[in-house]
């Protein structure tokens, strides 16, 4: 593979004395090394110089709410202790209990079949764990989250990237993914709705590919981060809504995007008790038991009011028509696809001057002091674009794109 | 292996199909599978009714002038938002100069050297995850942190247990590490004050695992979560003070024990730039980043007053004497080296009709009620032992011991 490190493409050299090889294969996901390269910037230009359309944070307050459960937990002396590793019991019964409503499932058993983690990305961490071995190969559709790229190859397996098409808005592609299935391929991996591109899979396309899955015995993990955010009316399916695959599909959530909770590190994880186990045991090994904290705003969460959540689609979808017109006045700098869901635009590069992704990100960096995020992170599919966030605060987007006319004025 | 799991030992069965033979080999460390069986016999018989002397939590709250940090916190808004993936910018400088004048290290480059990690087992998981690949061996001394077994497993590293010997109190024995090294040896990994067993491994020991990790070209992973953590005046050592091996010693440190804020789950890892390089890609793909809301607790925990250190140690100090007292009065029961450091007593079985270590708790917890936890868990040396810990509430270790005693004249 080409590299796919923002940090490398701009010049670092990395130790190979007494690394591993699986993890000189990886990198740190683009989207937190243009974080990191914008921070050693402002290091010298000053810090709040640098707009960011790069790592998905929502620009909004965590709900008061919630706010106000983290203030009564801080009395609470538990709040201070490891959880049980599987995660506060009240919050288990409170994501089954969503979950059975939000998927139409009759009943699951919160002890067994729900587990609390450190976010979702440890929750896709220890599902993918738990299914793997050395050389399996896990299917990903291009483009893709791109930290799924570096949780396969970490845990040894081998990624096989699913083509999808732009001009289809890039929805998933089930008959590309049945011709990659080969005796290794353990599973497929997706987020939905997908980061980068923002396309929501709908229901049609996952029921076509639960009857793969069953076929080829393939586990579905489905990372629904972003399972609240969809626009226009979308609706959001899920194969955990899917009776007959019951026992080969890991949804991973997150309270991260949907509550204002990223920095709280909490997500969960829901599949058949028999893979639950497993994943435990993943899990105690790698962080002991989500914040106890954070689980007691997780529940808060659940159990409130969640107004919020409205509010918070309706800021980001204004954000999206924002960006999109923005992005329209550049008609001769890049395209795009209209996204359905989460709060990303993958934008192709068309301006001539401009080629390979992590070049021009570096360059708009440096030179515009706008943090956007290189396509190639997000796989084969993703080289010759560039991922921008509307998450962040409205009056960012036009002062972001003023800086990104000024740099194509450059060219 | 014979198993290392209490929930096997009680008869459950796991999950083959679809699940990767990593993950199959691995176990839920018995520490946390302790808690989770008392969890469901408190479902029968009523929460709170049973004593733990099982996961090592201090019964103590987190300090005040902690707890007003996080109040005042939660009104800023970056509380609500991922940190830098490495960490906050402010606690990797505080951790810096927190471990220079700990170790009397010239000069720790914090933006480099230091990454911020949800809670001291993140650190190991991310220092293993960097250092070994398929097949490499890990030296671990035996008994060990039952966690650490399962960290090299999930890896696919192979653990070689290093027997230690009760009677030298445990001591770290070098020789025999030397002799089990082979051209797979990739690290050795240990805590220091151990888990389980109070060791605390001196300047000599480690001076000499030094030169040993020099001419073998081992990486040392050192988990010093108890570093604050001895008794009569017990000096700690760590090998990061020694300059000659600081491109090869990986230090992993927690805020957990030694600030009582094990729910928090922040802990850090210290190493030479190149090796943090790599880790920050597993940490990436594990956590993304340690929770903004512990991080922030643990910049008051380090630029605070910290007498409450010294309150805990003291606490702590009259915990161990206490246990130490009831096991005495068990002595046709129990033999034990008396700690040095952490608050684990390793005690041996002698009673003739107890034995095997896993049966031996799984009664002790059905028939007394009381937690505690397998010495099969902590490797080959630590089957025929039982671990108590002595961090739990001061009154709890006379009831908790009223209850073995009657335990035992049942046999």
Redesign the interface.
Known sequence: MTTRSAIQASG?Q??R????????N????PI?EM??LA?QLEDEIGHGKIISFG?G?PY???PSYI?DA??TA?GE??????????GL?ELRALLARHLESLHGITRIEEKKEIMVT??C??AV?CAL??????G?EVLLPSPCFA?HI??VI?F?GTPVFVPLAEQNKWSLDVEACAQLVTPKT?AILFSNPSNPTGAVFGHAELRALADLAKEK?L?IITDETYDFLTYDGMPHSSPASFADVSD?VILCGSFSKKY??????VGYAYA????I??M???H???????????QKAAIAALAGPRDSIQEFREKLAANREAMCGELDNLSDAFSYQKPNGAYYILAKIIHPALRDSFQTALRILNEAHVVVIPGAAFGPQGEGHLRFSFAGEPQQIPEGFRRLQNFLQTL
């Open positions: 670092k990395f130790r004395k007494n690394i591993s090889q699986t993890v000189q990886i990198v740190i996901s937190k974080s990191i921070d790592q944070i909004f307050d965590t706010k983290i203030r801080l002396i538990d709040t201070a202790k490891y959880t049980l590793e599987p019991t450190a976010g990305q440890e961490a764990r738990s299914i793997i071995d050395q399996d930290s570096e949780q970490q040894g353990k015995n586990i080969r204002a909770m990223t920095g709280y590190r058949d008790e028999g893979i186990d497993h435990l045991k993943v105690d090994a790698l962080t002991i038991c989500a914040p106890a904290i954070s």
